[in-house]
């Protein structure tokens, strides 16, 4: 027995005893242990359903006081979940139909029991994957709205939450909205490692529950950024409060493992109406004010002020800056290696853009990367990165060394470049590259709007000859139905799963849930952030086609890469 594991309760709806016992008997041939009960009336049956909880109900068709259907229909006023199964001598084919439409789980003559044990344990089976696929289902659905490390709200949320508040609020129902920016943050995980730096995270969000508390809205926006909505708060003087309260809580010592470390963070504050009237504006002018907050010298809070505006040539004299990088060819590529379970070789790498600023040294996309898309430079040094990684694959190629896939992200803003085909097939072309040897990853927001256009494009590529993936998935909508409609070859694990992966805790079966959605669609998956044995093994056992990350390689310089390959 695979399906039934347990002790079976059955609800037995039979009014003869001799086929209540020749239902017993073969529930027992069939290796079933089991508890029986027998009802023949429909009150009996209501007290049933409520005194106990049942596996699977057995009925005949035709009691004297109660036939199939109408136990169905009490049955399924209970649970639409239970099984229910037919077991009757004569019945006419047009009612077993209409039993079986009404959600009946099959159909048994009484004098062919031998099926019985087989229908049981497809039903209960059916049942069990039912149940987990919902689970799953939530879980992804979860996932898209919080934060999976400190189950606050994340940015998609926090955004929708904002503009919902405005549309309802109007003018009469003001509210505040405070950015809180933990600084130095990286400096703690360079230090001491990524671990401790979610532990820093974690404790921060339920801090900030503490301050805020449960009438107000706290999200994560990522990395060290959260954010509070403040409903009904108008006057400074009662910011000035929560931001003295934010301070004192978070400069407590944080005791994280045998480390014991003082956090500071940066406010900035916006109030609406009168900050902005729309959700950008607002969310703008209180990162206005965060920005001076954090150039003030941090621990401090700020609300914003029109004043603050200046700071915006801060930011152009950055765009400005990124024009040169792209001018002067400042940007360089890493390549993370990608590799098979079940063989252990390096399959492929995913192309990483760096910053080398003259000045400033390296910087992480993480500082630039916004700044490129707000200011359509993404579509420019999203062409360079892809005619590099194309290019530098052909010269590993060139050089004898295994040929392998290369992977290459693509923003929104690129994907809906007019022409984004022809480019590809050009790049191509110029750099000497097959197709099979190159992946563009897409992240699910970009399968979500508009899909019969982004069909279209999908389609054209996968012509070419090049494969596409789902980046981070999971974080976004994760919908079973576009799965199914899109030309993809692999979904990406998103590493927030990876990295929080623990026994016991959800992230186990939401991971386990997209390996089996994507088998089930035959595509491969591979998970990123893969950085400890233990992550390794689970994805291992869980049948994980491909991974990636720092347990097998950090992003390196094509000359490593190179060595790496050889």
Same mark, same amino acid.
């Given at each position: ?233 108008? *006057?400074? =003087? $009662? &910011? %000035? ?9 978070? !400069?407590? #010592? ?27 504006? *607002?969310? =703008? $002018? &209180? %990162? ?9 010298? !941090?621990? #401090? ?266």
């Amino acid at each position: 027995m695979n399906a039934v594991e347990k002790i079976l309760r059955v609800l037995s709806i039979e009014d003869s005893e001799d086929d209540f016992e020749l239902i017993r008997n073969e529930l027992s041939l069939g290796g079933l242990v089991f508890v029986h009960k027998r009802v023949d009336n429909a009150n009996a049956l209501k007290a049933a359903l409520v005194s106990a909880e049942w596996d699977v109900v057995i009925c005949d068709h035709n009691l004297p006081a109660l036939d199939s259907v109408s136990a169905l229909q009490i049955v399924r006023e209970k649970s639409n979940e239970l099984p229910f199964v037919v077991v009757s001598g004569l019945i006419p084919d047009e009612m077993a139909i209409r039993v079986m439409r009404l959600g009946a789980g099959d159909f048994i003559r009484k004098d062919n029991l031998s099926r019985l044990v087989p229908v049981i344990e497809r039903e209960i089976k059916q049942v069990i994957m039912q149940a987990e696929l919902k689970t799953a289902k939530e879980s992804l659905h979860h996932a898209a709205y919080f934060d999976s490390l400190t189950g606050l709200a994340n940015r998609e949320h926090l955004f929708s939450h904002i503009k919902n508040k405005i549309s309802v609020a109007k003018h009469d129902h003001p509210f505040a909205i405070f950015l809180i920016d933990i600084n130095r943050f990286r400096q703690i995980t360079k230090s001491l490692g990524m671990l401790v730096g979610n532990k820093v995270l974690i404790e921060t969000a339920e801090r900030l529950r503490e301050v805020f508390g449960n009438d107000c809205f706290v999200a994560r926006l990522g990395a060290d950024k959260f954010v509070a909505i403040v409903p009904g708060l108008s *006057l400074e =003087k $009662n &910011a %000035e409060h929560l931001a003295k309260a934010t301070h004192k809580i978070l !400069g407590k #010592s944080f005791q994280i493992d045998e480390h014991e470390l003082i956090v500071q963070a940066s406010l900035g504050v916006g109030f609406y109406p009168r900050d902005g009237q729309k959700c950008e504006e *607002l969310y =703008k $002018n &209180a %990162e206005s004010a965060l920005y001076q907050a954090k150039i003030d010298g !941090g621990n #401090s809070y700020i609300v914003y002020d029109a004043k603050l505006d200046i700071l915006g040539k801060e930011r152009l004299h950055m765009e400005t800056a990124l024009y040169h990088a792209l001018k002067e060819e400042q940007f360089v590529l890493f390549y993370q290696p990608q590799f098979d379970f079940s063989s252990g070789r390096l399959i492929g790498a995913e192309a990483l853009i760096r910053w080398q600023h003259p000045v400033s040294g390296m910087i992480s996309p993480g500082e630039f990367i916004p700044i490129l898309e707000e200011t359509g430079l993404i579509v420019p040094v999203g062409e360079w990165v892809l005619r590099t990684a194309c290019a530098q694959n052909r010269q590993w190629q060139d050089a004898g060394l295994p040929p392998i896939v290369i992977a290459v992200n693509m923003s929104v803003i690129q994907f809906r470049q007019p022409g984004l085909p022809q480019t590809v097939r050009n790049i191509l072309l110029q750099t000497g590259l097959s197709a099979q040897y190159l992946e563009l990853e897409i992240t699910e927001n970009i399968a979500m709007h508009a899909e019969e256009g982004v069909i279209a494009i999908l389609d054209e590529l996968r012509e070419i000859g090049i494969q596409i993936a789902i980046d981070d998935f999971g974080t976004g909508y994760s919908s079973l139905s576009y799965l199914k409609r899109f030309p993809i070859d692999r979904l990406k694990i998103d590493q927030s799963f990876v990295r929080d992966l623990k026994e016991g805790v959800n992230d186990d079966g939401i991971i386990k849930g997209i390996i089996g959605m994507g088998h089930s669609l035959k595509l491969r998956v591979i998970a990123e952030g893969v950085e400890t044995p233990a992550q390794a093994e689970f994805l291992k056992l869980n049948n994980c086609d491909e991974m990636q990350g720092y347990l097998y390689g950090k992003p390196m310089s094509n000359l490593d890469f190179r060595t790496l390959l050889g």
